[in-house]
C-alpha cells in the first residue's frame, strides 16, 4: 500500500503563487506515476499534471500548462504543484494521486491511490 499527504493548500490572491506537496510513503518502490488531480464544487474531478517516478516525464492539461509545473523529489518521495498566475477559477480541491500501472494519465479511474485533498482557494 501506497499512502498520499498533501500539504500547502489555502487562500492566495488572484495573481499570486501557490506550490502543493504530496508525500509518498509506503510501497513507493513500486510507483510508476503521480498525478495531480482538481475539483471544484459541482464539478467533475479534472487532470491537472502527471509525472513519471523517474521525473524524467510530465504530462500537463493543455489549459494548465502555462501555469503550472509538476516536480518529483525522489529522496523525499514527494511531488509538487508549482502554480503560477492563479485565477478564480483555479479554486478546487487539489488531489494528489499515483499509480503502479501503465494506462491513461488522464484518467482517475485508473489511479491507484489518492490523497485526503487540499482546498486552494483564490481570491479575486
Known amino acids: 500500500q501506497v499512502q498520499l499527504v498533501e500539504s500547502g493548500g489555502g487562500l492566495v490572491q488572484a495573481g499570486g503563487s501557490q506550490r502543493l506537496s504530496c508525500a509518498a510513503s509506503?510501497?513507493?518502490?513500486?510507483?510508476?506515476?503521480m498525478a495531480w488531480f482538481r475539483q471544484a464544487p459541482g464539478k467533475e474531478r479534472e487532470f491537472v499534471a502527471a509525472?513519471?517516478?523517474?521525473?524524467?516525464?510530465?504530462f500537463y492539461a493543455d489549459s494548465l500548462k502555462a501555469r503550472f509545473t509538476i516536480s518529483i523529489d525522489n529522496a523525499k518521495n514527494t511531488a509538487y504543484l508549482q502554480m503560477n498566475s492563479l485565477k478564480a477559477e483555479d479554486t478546487a480541491v487539489y488531489y494528489c494521486a499515483a499509480r503502479d500501472t501503465i494506462g491513461a494519465l488522464t484518467a482517475a479511474r485508473e489511479y491507484d491511490y489518492w490523497g485526503q485533498g487540499t482546498q486552494v482557494t483564490v481570491s479575486s
Open positions: 509525472i513519471s517516478w523517474s521525473g524524467a516525464s510530465t
Open positions: 509506503g510501497r513507493t518502490f513500486s510507483l510508476l506515476f
